[in-house]
């Protein structure tokens, strides 16, 4: 066979990336495209027969690009969602280069062994127990699923009950006492796992959307039988943080599980560790690294302070693979999938690109902008509902009607980027600062932006 051109398509490639990328600044954030004009662009019957790859890729760049958000632009401030630093993003393409099948040790040795690495990194900056395991999953709603399948499980293991045997039926009831102000992502997890919402106990939230403590003694004396406590560090809404030292002194042999998808990383910094003190005394903890890592999609971590039952709950044995044998780690032992992508790799390049004092920096940063933001709008005449203590911003511009208005005027206009919420009852704009590159001149920039599109 002829040997392929990898300069065609990847030069492509290449070319478009350092283009678009370089083009962020001054590019709109929403996507110019219409649905009507990307489905003819994109469209269409599949041929019958191959196109040269370079052409395929000029095509998908031609078609695809007028639809593509610029959410790593450092004017995204919708959802909570990251950009990729450089090293990661070429991390990330070298992962699909060598396309390592990370499952089994034996596969993609390196793989494993930069998964291990920047596992032992992440435990240590988060300052959670030296011995906890880690899994890399695809996001934070796969690491409430991993937790809470490694909880049930073992919550019923100490009463007697072999989950792998005998599943669900029959066995004692789990109780799930959550926040009111929980993610949604803990309710999708009970359903994928066959808990169901109805074993869902919720608990009363303060008006910054963080737990009360007192409802969780209530609730905890008010039933029996084996019980997962799901606190969390970082309201999606408001960025607050469950009083989690607090909610450790009351769960007693619950197993305690806390969504720390973008909040887990105030414990990266001297200075926010604070706010998620005895974060440390978990079972087990979900966290993203596309959001406030930078790394590309998708990527999340589950981490949980109990390897044997992390590992018992998530492993699987066929006498066809090869399993690791003395001590190297298969990553098909920590995570739901069987084949899937090293997505070790960027983790790993997003870390030693910034180090400690650097991803520090960076959640200290996207915070005292957030702060920023809510100086500047409310100067402007904006209210802004929370307590700025993280990188949450909700802000409202006069009534529901007129906020929700202005939030389509604001994304149309292309400035800057961000999405509603209802919080309290009442309609809100969210701004997220997640974005390594986002500096107070695009802040500047965009509550102009806001400010006119409420005028
Ligand atoms: C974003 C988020 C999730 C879901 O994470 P994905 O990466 O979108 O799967 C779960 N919990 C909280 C608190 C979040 O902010």
Same mark, same amino acid.
């Given at each position: 066979m002829?040997?392929?051109?990898?300069?065609?398509?990847?030069?492509?490639?290449?070319?478009?990336?350092?283009?678009?990328?370089?083009?962020?600044?001054?590019?709109?954030?929403?996507?110019?495209?219409?649905?009507e004009n990307m489905r003819a662009a994109l469209g269409g019957p599949?041929?019958?027969?191959?196109?040269?790859?370079?052409?395929?890729?000029?095509?998908?760049?031609?078609?695809?690009?007028?639809?593509?958000?610029a959410s790593?632009?450092?004017?995204?401030?919708?959802?909570?969602?990251?950009?990729?630093t450089p090293a990661a993003l070429a991390a990330d393409w070298l992962t699909s280069t060598w396309d390592q099948?990370?499952?089994?040790?034996?596969?993609?040795?390196?793989?494993?062994?930069?998964?291990?690495?920047?596992?032992?990194?992440?435990?240590?900056?988060?300052?959670?127990p030296a011995r906890a395991s880690v899994g890399y999953v695809t996001g934070g709603q796969m690491a409430n699923f991993t937790a809470l399948a490694i909880a049930v499980r073992e919550v019923l293991r100490r009463k007697g009950w072999d989950v792998d045997a005998d599943g669900l039926w029959g066995a004692p009831?789990?109780?799930?006492?959550?926040?009111?102000?929980?993610?949604?992502?803990?309710?999708?997890?009970?359903?994928?796992?066959?808990?169901?919402?109805?074993?869902?106990?919720?608990?009363?939230?303060?008006?910054?959307?963080?737990?009360?403590?007192?409802?969780?003694?209530?609730?905890?004396?008010?039933?029996?039988?084996?019980?997962?406590?799901?606190?969390?560090?970082?309201?999606?809404?408001?960025?607050a943080i469950d009083p989690l030292a607090a909610i450790a002194d009351l769960v007693g042999d619950a197993w305690l599980h806390v969504d720390g998808a973008f909040g887990l990383w105030a414990a990266a910094s001297p200075r926010l560790r604070p706010l998620v003190a005895g974060i440390e005394r978990a079972d087990s903890w979900a966290t993203?690294?596309?959001?406030?890592?930078?790394?590309?999609?998708?990527?999340? $971590? !589950?981490?949980?302070?109990?390897?044997? *039952?992390?590992?018992? +709950?998530?492993?699987?044995? =066929?006498?066809?693979?090869?399993?690791?044998?003395?001590?190297?780690?298969?990553?098909l032992d920590y995570n739901p999938e069987h084949s899937r992508r090293a997505r070790g790799f960027p983790v790993y390049a997003a870390m030693r690109q910034l180090g400690?004092?650097?991803?520090?920096? $960076? !959640?200290?940063?996207?915070?005292?902008? *957030?702060?920023?933001? +809510?100086?500047?709008l409310t =100067?402007?005449?904006?209210?802004?509902?929370?307590?700025?203590?993280?990188?949450?911003?909700?802000v409202r511009l006069g009534d529901d009607h007129t906020t929700q208005r202005a939030l389509r005027r604001i994304q149309e206009e292309g400035t800057a980027w961000m999405s509603g919420t209802t919080w309290n009852g009442a309609a809100a704009i969210r701004i997220s600062v997640s974005n390594w590159s986002t500096d107070e001149d695009d802040v500047d920039r965009t509550v102009a932006a806001i400010l006119a599109a409420a005028a």
């Open positions: 002829e040997r392929p051109d990898w300069n065609g398509p990847l030069g492509v490639a290449f070319d478009h990336a350092t283009a678009y990328l370089g083009g962020l600044p001054e590019r709109p954030v929403r996507p110019p495209a219409s649905l599949l041929q019958a027969g191959s196109l040269p790859p370079e052409k395929v890729v000029a095509d998908l760049v031609a078609a695809a690009a007028p639809g593509v958000m790593s632009s450092g004017r995204f401030f919708g959802f909570v969602i990251g950009g990729a099948n990370a499952g089994l040790y034996v596969l993609g040795p390196a793989a494993s062994v930069v998964e291990e690495t920047a596992a032992g990194w992440l435990v240590e900056l988060l300052g959670l009831r789990v109780r799930v006492i959550a926040g009111e102000g929980r993610h949604g992502t803990i309710d999708r997890a009970l359903r994928h796992l066959g808990m169901g919402t109805n074993s869902l106990v919720t608990v009363e939230m303060d008006g910054q959307g963080r737990l009360v403590p007192a409802a969780l003694a209530s609730a905890l004396a008010s039933g029996e039988g084996p019980a997962i406590v799901c606190a969390q560090a970082g309201n999606v809404n408001t960025g993203d690294a596309h959001k406030w890592l930078n790394v590309p999609y998708d990527s999340g $971590l !589950v981490i949980c302070a109990h390897p044997e *039952a992390h590992r018992a +709950a998530m492993g699987v044995r =066929a006498s066809y693979l090869q399993h690791a044998a003395s001590g190297e780690r298969d990553a400690t004092d650097g991803i520090a920096d $960076l !959640v200290e940063r996207s915070c005292a902008l *957030a702060r920023h933001f +809510a100086d500047r =100067a402007g005449g904006a209210l802004v509902l929370n307590e700025v203590v993280l990188n949450q911003v909700l």
